[in-house]
């Protein structure tokens, strides 16, 4: 089967709201494993440590940049009030 097959035949499926919600949950989940991997690369010396920083953070790189065709393709963006939320809470 086609990957793009099946996430059209899912997004016909469900909700466009949840999907929306939930695709720009996993988009933020993506960034913070990318975040997540430069750090252990940045506080690791062993070289096999430095192998697997390096190995997830192209894992969620790959993800986050699907994730994002996705959203590219449906025509899905956030506007400025979406990013102030975020950020304020992350901020608290």
């Known amino acids: 089967m086609n990957k793009n097959n099946i996430v059209e035949y899912l997004i016909s499926k469900t909700d466009n709201t949840d999907m929306y919600a939930r695709l720009l949950e996993d988009m933020e989940v993506a960034k913070l ?3 997540a991997a430069r750090s252990m690369f940045n506080n690791v010396n062993d070289d096999k440590l430095i192998e697997v920083a ?5 894992v969620a790189r790959k ?3 699907y994730l994002l065709s996705i959203a590219r393709e449906n025509g899905i963006s956030v506007d400025g009030s979406y990013i102030a939320e975020k950020n304020v809470r992350i901020a608290e």
């Open 33 to 35: 494993e990318i975040n």
């Open 54 to 58: 390096i190995y997830s953070e192209n």
């Open 63 to 65: 993800r986050y940049d």
